[in-house]
């Protein structure tokens, strides 16, 4: 039989998406399931710089410590069961599941040749927006933040994302329940996973 394998997933969207739900959700019922999430590795607020109209430039990839979170992944695919990050170990034949999720994981290159899956919920810009209205952040968004900086920002690293990006990404419509999107990916990665079983047997 062939030498046992890692699966790795990555969730992406813009903010207020549904990716962090998401990846809790198939946490929670995938085995061997373990979840970085980029959001863990913002730089502290006195290194994110400021555009011309004051607003915190958090929504960019400068903003992120990526260097830190690469090394997270490494030391994981080296040894995932002993990894720092929490997992729920079942069945030790099982294949340990990675899922990686953040707001620019698709245009940070590094991570290109890693994914066996990519998902990217996408919601309209009202609900987006209604959405970031009902969350509370540190620090507080500004007054015109979300359309002065959050908005464009999401939408000029979309169309670098379908530019640049060479794999299959599949589109997920957030506005779905938290049940209907989980069914869809779960289901979706059980067939990945069985088909690399059958890989690994025959192979």
Avoid at 4 to 18: F, K, L
Avoid at 90 to 103: K, R
Wanted: aromatic share 10%; charged share 25%.
């Amino acid at each position: 039989m062939g030498k046992r394998r890692h699966h790795r997933e990555g969730i992406s969207c813009v903010t207020n998406g549904g990716k962090t739900t998401l990846a809790k959700n198939l946490q929670k019922r995938l085995p061997n399931c373990s979840v970085i999430s980029q959001d863990d590795f913002f730089k502290p607020q006195s290194e994110i710089e400021t555009d011309e109209n004051g607003f915190l430039q958090y929504d960019v990839l400068e903003a992120l410590n990526m260097e830190k979170m690469m090394s997270a992944i490494s030391c994981w695919m080296e040894n995932p069961r002993h990894s720092v990050i929490s997992t729920d170990w079942g069945n030790a034949e099982e294949t340990p599941i990675l899922i990686i999720e953040g707001f620019l994981l698709f245009n940070y290159k590094p991570l290109a040749t890693i994914w066996n899956r990519s998902y990217f919920l996408t919601i309209p810009y009202e609900e987006c927006k209604r959405r970031r209205s009902t969350r509370v952040y540190n620090p507080p968004d500004p007054p015109g933040y979300f359309d002065g900086h959050v908005w464009p920002m999401y939408l000029k690293h979309r169309q670098e994302m379908e530019e640049n990006v060479t794999w299959e990404i599949v589109y997920l419509d957030g506005t779905k329940s938290e049940e209907d999107l989980f069914s869809q990916v779960y289901e979706d990665i059980m067939q990945e996973l069985a088909k690399q079983k059958c890989l690994q047997v025959t192979a």
